[in-house]
């Protein structure tokens, strides 16, 4: 501690010019302590600015100041003296460096003007005239620029590790997440699993029961018959016996004692109709798994989706070319509840015509009633992109919530005239963009496809111009709040189309 105040005493009574502890110190009007030396030659140095300047505090005055020994100071020089403190200061370990090569004089100033370490014969030489300060000066201006930039990169620092703390946390979550969710997907299909053994075991059991009965019915006509034949076998016995008699007497004395014939009441009506066991048991177990099938197939895709657009914080960047805007693509189909009834559909699902006379769709409380326009079947929630061709004179093309209303004024159920969808309409010679009822117009080329971008989770939705290449439209950035469907609406024109293209 005593060797730092000591330090701190040395540096508080040196010369800033010649960074020595002051010799004959004189003191400026400003406060300033210079060697007597050293700011005479500093002004002189500074004769072509007319006014001389403190090298600390830039300040000027106005005549020369008239320098005078600052006695007190220079009493306290010669006791610092004595004390020996000027062995404190330490030689540089590179001393050579500190040398001018032009002068052989240590380079105690510093040039603003060329950003170099200069000795005092140079500012009044080759430096003269530029913004120079004694080294000490610089040091401590640079000095104070350093501690911000450090305190800047400290911040740094800190908030990269705040960030790195949050993906730590963020992998912890999607790791918990995905094992308790593989977890609880086992157990799941284990329990559908369990339910289709459980139900083939019934299947089985029912199969063996009536199987079981149906045989005991038939085993039991069976020997009922058997007895039957038996009987009958026994009586044409009698008969043949009675028959290969001789003796006419003895005929007919026995033919009496024969047992009577009973009224036949069999029926042959058993081999006459065609049979039918267990088959249809068997189509109706077919039945069974093709919509199970069909179940699978059509939730399948939605699981999937569903998977990719986990939501995590690392930022998702938008595509650039078509090619990558593919990566996203989704197939849309059209829900026949929503279509408007002058509408057809066709392809799958996927093209919507308008058509002068009615369709005769059943009645559905999600039908749009008084706009031609429809919604697609499947929900966006993740980032998807859509391509539809179209072939009419105006289309609107949406997202939308499935609350939008089906009836009623256009704000509450055309797209873009209220809070809940978005649209671009695309006439013969403009676009124009349309939410709550506010619309803005923009130009762009004239292509018979247009390209839908939808990131819900970003709340970004970009429509594009497709042709070779793929231009922007418009671009909104807002915030989804439920999930999103897409929309279409047809100009009221017999035989104009919209499709949604498949996209490999």
């Known amino acids: 501690?005593?060797?730092?105040?000591?330090?701190?005493?040395?540096?508080?009574?040196?010369?800033?010019?010649?960074?020595?502890?002051?010799?004959?110190?004189?003191?400026?009007?400003?406060?300033?302590?210079?060697?007597?030396?050293?700011?005479?030659?500093?002004?002189?140095?500074?004769?072509?600015?007319?006014?001389?300047?403190?090298?600390?505090?830039?300040?000027?005055?106005?005549?020369?100041?008239?320098?005078?020994?600052?006695?007190?100071?220079?009493?306290?020089m010669e006791e610092m003296k004595k004390t020996g403190l000027q062995a404190l200061v330490d030689p540089s370990k590179n001393l050579q460096d500190n040398i001018c090569p032009r002068h052989d004089e240590v380079m105690k100033m510093f040039c603003r003007t060329d950003q170099k370490c200069i000795c005092y014969l140079c500012s009044v030489d080759e430096h003269k005239g530029h913004d120079t300060v004694s080294t000490a000066a610089e040091r401590t201006e640079r000095q104070r620029e350093m501690e911000v930039s450090r305190q800047q990169i400290q911040q740094e620092i800190q908030d990269r590790e705040k960030d790195v703390k949050l993906l730590q946390h963020e992998v912890e979550a999607i790791n918990q997440s995905a094992d308790k969710t593989v977890e609880d997907s086992e157990e799941i299909f284990t329990e559908l699993i369990s339910l289709l053994q459980k139900r083939s075991s019934d299947v089985k059991q029912q199969i063996r029961s009536q199987q079981e009965t149906e045989v005991s019915r038939?085993?039991?006509?069976?020997?009922?018959?058997?007895?039957?034949?038996?009987?009958?076998?026994?009586?044409?016995?009698?008969?043949?016996?009675l028959t290969d008699t001789k003796d006419h007497n003895q005929f007919l004395h026995n033919y009496p004692s024969l047992s009577p014939l009973s009224e036949s009441t069999h029926s042959s009506s058993i081999s006459i109709r065609p049979?039918?066991?267990?088959?249809?048991?068997?189509?109706?177990?077919?039945?069974?798994?093709?919509?199970?099938?069909?179940?699978?197939?059509?939730?399948w895709t939605n699981i999937s989706l569903t998977i990719t657009d986990v939501d995590v914080l690392l930022p998702q960047p938008e595509p650039k070319s078509r090619a990558e805007f593919l990566k996203y693509s989704c197939e849309i189909t059209l829900d026949p509840n929503t279509v408007n009834t002058l509408l057809l559909l066709s392809e799958e699902n996927r093209k919507v015509t308008f058509m002068n006379q009615r369709q005769s769709y059943s009645s559905h409380p999600d039908r749009f009633s008084d706009v031609a326009q429809v919604l697609s079947r499947e929900s966006l929630t993740g980032r998807h992109y859509w391509e539809v061709e179209k072939k009419a004179s105006e289309v609107g093309l949406a997202v939308t919530y499935k609350n939008i209303s089906r009836s009623g004024s256009w704000k509450g159920y055309g797209f873009g005239g209220n809070d809940k969808s978005w649209s671009l309409y695309c006439d013969s010679d403009r676009y124009v963009f349309w939410h709550n009822n506010i619309s803005s117009s923009m130009s762009g080329p004239k292509t018979s496809r247009i390209g839908v971008y939808?990131?819900?989770?970003?709340?970004?939705?970009?429509?594009?111009?497709?042709?070779?290449?793929?231009?922007?439209?418009?671009?909104?950035?807002?915030?989804?709040?439920?999930?999103?469907?897409?929309?279409?609406?047809?100009?009221?024109t017999s035989g104009h189309s919209a499709e949604f293209c498949k996209l490999k």
């Open 218 to 241: 038939v085993r039991e006509l069976e020997e009922k018959l058997q007895q039957e034949i038996t009987d009958l076998k026994r009586r044409d016995a009698e008969r043949k016996q």
């Open 1 to 76: 501690m005593a060797q730092k105040g000591d330090q701190l005493d040395q540096e508080s009574f040196s010369c800033s010019i010649c960074l020595d502890l002051l010799k004959h110190p004189v003191t400026i009007p400003c406060g300033h302590s210079y060697c007597m030396k050293c700011i005479n030659n500093f002004w002189d140095g500074e004769k072509e600015k007319k006014l001389p300047s403190c090298p600390q505090c830039r300040r000027t005055f106005t005549p020369r100041p008239e320098l005078m020994k600052n006695t007190m100071l220079a009493d306290l």
């Open 275 to 299: 049979l039918r066991y267990f088959q249809d048991v068997t189509a109706a177990v077919s039945e069974v798994r093709g919509r199970l099938q069909d179940i699978l197939r059509d939730t």
């Open 454 to 492: 939808l990131d819900h989770r970003a709340g970004v939705l970009s429509f594009y111009s497709v042709s070779e290449t793929m231009t922007l439209l418009h671009r909104v950035q807002t915030s989804f709040t439920q999930p999103l469907y897409a929309g279409v609406g047809v100009a009221n």
